[in-house]
């Protein structure tokens, strides 16, 4: 099963990948009239702005818009995924890089599917990069010493799965008791939870990885699971605050509570939740209020809970029409009171919780022309998100950036671009979910039909 992983080359590199006869668009899109001239003069595609690209040209990337980028393969494609958290220290802006990943697979028969710990490491950065000198290479090394690299900069993906029947529609990790634990909702109607540890260990040595084949694979079993949701569902959300704590929530409306056990399972609240009069679609605690979380749902609203009540009058705020359609996914900022969400609807609102009663957002932003799926506040920068969407865009804002009414000589269509919108990266083909790495700033990690991408742009 080792060989169900690949990797895709940088379509900047000398090797050519599978994947570069697929149209890609990688750019950068920002407000500022000298910006705006020099993307005019590349002749920039912007999505919904000006036709789309005629018979016979192709969207090519500018390599000089990222410090990194990489693309992975994992044979099925995965819904979900969430970033593990190591031990190689904070803030890693200097490259190569090495990263750990969960995912779940969504596989043609439901024998197929896995659930997968992934390392991805050698990433080295662009030729952007080393400019910069965020790399190992200097900026005058020749293109001959780069032919010579190229063997030793080649990515590597160590790939350990556990066997999962049926697909998975979300992932998501905590640290628990010293271990990583796996939250994952089964499209047959079940959560169950993982214990990392050995799929860890084993994508860190290649003597574990022979012994865990061998002896280990097989007999991995869920340390806990809960069928009392009756449906499947794709809601999920550990708590920051109290350790093993878990919400999870289904199609059914129903949102149930889990609190860990000190005999090792966990306790699960058979009173649900309820307000949703719909699927509830995502689940988000508050990064400061142990006792707090938001709900959206196909309803179109977003809710505001609290646990110390009990779970039939725990719902505290609502906005009822929150979108025009399915409120999809939600991200409560860590820092401000802040709450984006994103709808089927094209929409991504921004929700100031001091002024949630009011059912008003303090900022709508409608760049994509196609339900979001995946949005998620920077984990240190409190002001700059990231949204994607089934039109096969990935945006990066900023909050903070505001426009420049003495610039002169402006595209029209490039005037009506919002200028908080500080990037466009394209070139996936239906991309489901987006993390920012907690540990490497401006790291961004997406799943799609076509498989992962990892980069980080000039932008962020």
Not at 188 to 209: F, H, I, T
Not at 272 to 290: G, I, R, Y
Not at 381 to 408: K, M, N, P
Request: proline residues 5%; contains cysteine; negative net charge.
């Amino acid at each position: 099963m080792e060989g169900a992983s690949t990797w895709n080359e940088e379509s900047s590199g000398s090797g050519s990948s599978d994947g570069e006869e697929d149209m890609e668009m990688e750019e950068k899109v920002q407000g500022g009239k000298e910006e705006k001239e020099k993307v005019q003069g590349r002749g920039v595609y912007v999505p919904g702005q000006g036709p789309p690209p005629a018979s016979g040209e192709e969207l090519v990337m500018d390599e000089g818009a990222y410090r990194l980028y990489h693309r992975a393969g994992t044979g099925a494609p995965c819904l979900s995924f969430d970033i593990l958290r190591d031990s190689l220290g904070e803030n890693r802006t200097s490259y190569p890089l090495s990263l750990l990943l969960c995912a779940g697979t969504q596989a043609e028969s439901a024998t197929a599917n896995r659930l997968m710990v992934m390392k991805m490491h050698n990433l080295h950065g662009t030729k952007q990069a080393s400019k910069e000198g965020l790399g190992s290479e200097s900026s005058s090394d020749s293109e001959d010493d780069d032919d010579d690299d190229d063997e030793e900069k080649k990515p590597q993906l160590e790939l350990a799965m556990v066997p999962h029947y049926g697909g998975i529609n979300r992932v998501r990790v905590t640290e628990f008791g010293g271990s990583q634990i796996a939250a994952v909702w089964s499209e047959k109607g079940q959560v169950e939870l993982y214990n990392l540890r050995e799929a860890l260990v084993a994508v860190s040595d290649p003597q574990a990885m022979a012994a865990f084949l061998r002896e280990e694979q097989a007999k991995i079993k869920p340390i806990f699971s809960f069928a009392g949701h009756m449906t499947e569902g794709f809601a999920m959300g550990w708590s920051p605050k109290k350790p093993g704590t878990l919400l999870t929530g289904d199609c059914n409306k129903n949102i149930h509570l889990w609190t860990p056990k000190e005999d090792g399972s966990w306790f699960v609240d058979q009173r649900p939740f309820t307000a949703h009069t719909k699927s509830v679609e995502d689940l988000q605690w508050s990064p400061n209020e142990a006792t707090v979380f938001a709900s959206c749902s196909a309803d179109a609203s977003i809710r505001i809970w609290d646990i110390r009540a009990a779970p039939g009058q725990a719902c505290m705020l609502t906005t009822n029409q929150a979108h025009d359609a399915d409120v999809n996914v939600i991200s409560w900022n860590r820092k401000e009171p802040f709450i984006v969400s994103g709808g089927d609807d094209g929409a991504l609102k921004i929700w100031d919780l001091r002024q949630f009663q009011k059912g008003s957002p303090v900022a709508t932003f409608k760049q994509h022309t196609a339900p979001i799926t995946s949005v998620e506040w920077h984990p240190t920068d409190s002001g700059v998100f990231a949204a994607s969407g089934t039109d096969d865009q990935v945006t990066q804002w900023d909050l903070a950036v505001e426009r420049d009414d003495t610039a002169e000589g402006e595209d029209p269509a490039l005037a009506s671009i919002p200028p908080q919108l500080l990037f466009v990266h394209q070139g996936e083909n239906d991309i489901k979910e987006l993390h920012w790495h907690p540990q490497c700033p401006g790291v961004l990690i997406t799943t799609a039909l076509s498989g992962f991408n990892i980069f980080r742009t000039i932008s962020v």
